[in-house]
Nanobody, 123 residues
Framework: QLQASGGGYVHPGDSLRLSCVAS????????IGWFRQAPGKEREFVSA????????YYADSAKGRLTVSRDNAKNTAYLQMNSLKPEDTGAYYC??????????????????WGQGTLVTVSS
């Protein structure tokens, strides 16, 4: 089970840190993905932190502004979001699974999902 939190209403240029706490074992063996769903749009990939290799992946829109991390001892993953833009608005979901590399950016590659936390960026 995954629990995402940390969303809120912020102004352009502000920062937020999202957290994703996992219950159950073997957190360190799962790749954690972050996805965003804007109103009326499909869920899209934002970032992922792959298990074992600790490789990080980002959508082009996230590079340089968002940073994914994880603390396996706390069963928690984080998404640090800086220089937020209105287009970052949406519900942010964390997901966990062991996707193959080609599916890492695809929501269908993940079976376990948190409930989502809403981020609104507006002036």
């Amino acid at each position: 089970q995954l629990q995402a939190s940390g969303g809120g209403y912020v102004h352009p240029g502000d920062s937020l840190r999202l957290s994703c706490v996992a219950s159950g074992g073997a957190f360190n063996t799962y790749t954690i993905g972050w996805f965003r769903q804007a109103p009326g749009k499909e869920r899209e990939f934002v970032s992922a932190f792959r298990a074992y290799s600790s490789t990080k992946y980002y959508a082009d829109s996230a590079k340089g502004r968002l940073t994914v991390s994880r603390d396996n001892a706390k069963n928690t993953a984080y998404l640090q979001m800086n220089s937020l833009k209105p287009e970052d608005t949406g519900a942010y979901y964390c997901a966990a699974d062991k996707p193959i590399l080609s599916s890492l950016r695809d929501p269908e590659g993940y079976r376990h999902w948190g409930q989502g936390t809403l981020v609104t960026v507006s002036s």
